[in-house]
T-cell receptor, first 110, second 117 residues
C-alpha cells in the first residue's frame, strides 16, 4: 500500500467551478498535512498546511482533514486557468521528512 | 538572494563523470533535504540533514554522496551515474522542531534537471 495516494487525473473543471482534490494516507500517526502546487517544469510551492481535523480556509483554497478516515482534501473555489497545475499532497508520518503523493493534475478549462 | 537556490539548473553528464549539485538556503532553516523527481513518480526522499547531521539516508546508491558543511549549504556529489538516474533533483529546507517530528513545510529550490548520457 502506498503511504500517500492521490488520483493522478487529469481532473478537468470549467473556469469558475469548484475543484476538489483528494488524498488518503496510510499512517494513522501522521501529524501534519500539506498541499503543494507544481507547475510544469517548476518546483513545488506550498499552498496550505493543516494539522487539526476540520476545515482551514485561505482565500480561494480550503483544506479539509479527517484523521479518522485518513483523508485530506483541497477545495479550490472559483477555479481559474492559472490554477492548472499538478497538486501534491504531503504528509509528515512522524519522521522529519515529508512523504509525497504522486500528484493530481488539474486542468481548468476557460 | 532569497529562498532556496540550486545550481546548476541543467546538467548533462556522461556515466563516467563526476559532478556536484549545490543548494543554498537563505531562510535560517535548520533542516535540508534532497529529493528526486522522476516522470510519473512521487517525489523520492534521498537524504535529510538536521543541524548539519545526516539523519536519514533513504537507501540511496553510493554513487550519490551528500555533503552538508553548514546549515545553509547542501551538496550532492554524483559519480558514475546510470541513465535511470536522469531526473529532476530538488533541494528543500524547512524549520523543524528539534524535540519532535513536527515539520512546518518545505521551501523548495528550482531544481537541477539532470540528464545522464
Amino acid at each position: 500500500q502506498k503511504e500517500v495516494e492521490q488520483n493522478s487525473g487529469p481532473l478537468s473543471v470549467p473556469e469558475g467551478a469548484i475543484a476538489s482534490l483528494n488524498c488518503t494516507y496510510s499512517d494513522r500517526g501522521s501529524q501534519s498535512f500539506f498541499w503543494y502546487r507544481q507547475y510544469s517544469g517548476k518546483s513545488p510551492e506550498l499552498i496550505m498546511f493543516i494539522y487539526s481535523n476540520g476545515d482551514k480556509e485561505d482565500g480561494r483554497f480550503t483544506a479539509q482533514l479527517n484523521k479518522a478516515s485518513q483523508y485530506v482534501s483541497l477545495l479550490i473555489r472559483d477555479s481559474q486557468p492559472s490554477d492548472s497545475a499538478t497538486y501534491l499532497c504531503a504528509v509528515n508520518t512522524g519522521r522529519r521528512a515529508l512523504t509525497f503523493g504522486s500528484g493530481t493534475r488539474l486542468q481548468v478549462q476557460p | 538572494e532569497t529562498g532556496v537556490t540550486q545550481t546548476p539548473r541543467h546538467l548533462v553528464m556522461g556515466m563516467t563523470n563526476k559532478k556536484s549539485l549545490k543548494c543554498e538556503q537563505h531562510l535560517g532553516h535548520n533542516a535540508m533535504y534532497w529529493y528526486k523527481q522522476s516522470a510519473k513518480k512521487p517525489l523520492e526522499l534521498m537524504f535529510v540533514y538536521n543541524f548539519k547531521e545526516q539523519t536519514e539516508n533513504n537507501s540511496v546508491p553510493s554513487r550519490f554522496s551528500p555533503e552538508c558543511p553548514n546549515s545553509s549549504h547542501l551538496f550532492l556529489h554524483l559519480h558514475t551515474l546510470q541513465p535511470e538516474d536522469s531526473a529532476l533533483y530538488l533541494c528543500a529546507s524547512s524549520q523543524s522542531d528539534p524535540g519532535t517530528a513536527y515539520n512546518y513545510g518545505y521551501t523548495f529550490g528550482s531544481g537541477t534537471r539532470l540528464t545522464v548520457v
